[in-house]
């Protein structure tokens, strides 16, 4: 199906600890998208990747898109308290009018 | 700009009741989703519209209807509510098929 797999479901790490989270597809995505929802909030859009191969960074935060554009990772440096959240990756379906979110992985950042 | 606002914020119904919440979007955007999101089961697409006057299913539909008729808004319907439909409800919207979604605050709904 157009399912994304994502992991883990959960992760704590102590502050200034780096975190990865990872999303894999079983068939050839166009474009992947990654959002950030804090608790009690809701989903906001961190960012696109398009292009095999593709890395973007946002200060401390990483994307990359797999070779085979089958897989993604958001890699965050040196967590800080306000990293902690839910991110989600998302990948469009149904001739691109759909966005099929992962499950997301949910970061604890221990002070 | 507001942005994609949702109403309400949160509501309690017994079951067999009816409600219609209502998503506004200012942003001129053509497309407009309502996902349900459930603990550790990520947000699963309710129903869509690509455009003013047209709807259609996505993953999880049944129990649910919609309407477009103004560009701007997109009413989520529950007809006959049941406990399985309690669920933190978002509408979201975008520009453009490859552009990205923006989000309402979300409604908290619980169904007794």
């Known amino acids: 199906g157009q399912q994304v797999m994502q992991i883990p479901q959960y992760q704590h790490v102590q502050e200034g600890e780096d975190f990865t989270t990872y999303c894999n597809s079983s068939t050839t995505l166009s474009n992947i998208q990654w959002y950030k929802q804090r608790p009690g909030g809701h989903p906001v859009f961190l960012i696109q990747?398009?292009?095999?191969?593709e890395v973007k960074k946002q200060k401390r935060l990483t994307f990359q898109f797999g070779e085979a554009k089958k897989n993604s990772s958001l890699h965050i440096t040196a967590t800080q308290t306000t990293d902690v959240g839910t991110y989600f990756c998302?990948?469009?379906?149904?001739?691109?009018?759909?966005?099929?979110f992962g499950s997301g992985t949910q970061l604890t950042v221990l002070p | 700009n507001a942005g994609v606002t949702q109403t309400p914020k949160f509501r309690v119904l017994k079951t067999g009741q009816s409600m219609t919440l209502l998503c506004a979007q200012d942003?001129?955007?053509?497309?407009m989703y309502w996902y349900r999101q459930d603990p550790g089961m990520g947000l699963r697409l309710i129903h869509y519209?690509?455009?003013?006057?047209?709807?259609a299913k996505g993953e999880v539909p049944d129990g649910y209807n919609v309407s477009r008729l103004k560009k701007q808004n997109f009413l989520l319907g529950l007809e006959s509510a049941a406990p399985s439909q309690t669920s933190v409800y978002f509408c979201?919207?975008?520009?453009?098929?490859?552009?990205?979604?923006?989000f309402g605050n979300g409604t908290r709904l619980t169904v007794t």
């Open positions: 979201a919207s975008k520009a453009g098929s490859l552009s990205p979604l923006h």
């Open positions: 942003m001129n955007h053509e497309y």
């Open positions: 998302a990948r469009p379906s149904g001739s691109a009018r759909q966005l099929t």
């Open positions: 519209s690509v455009g003013e006057g047209t709807t």
């Open positions: 990747l398009v292009k095999s191969g």
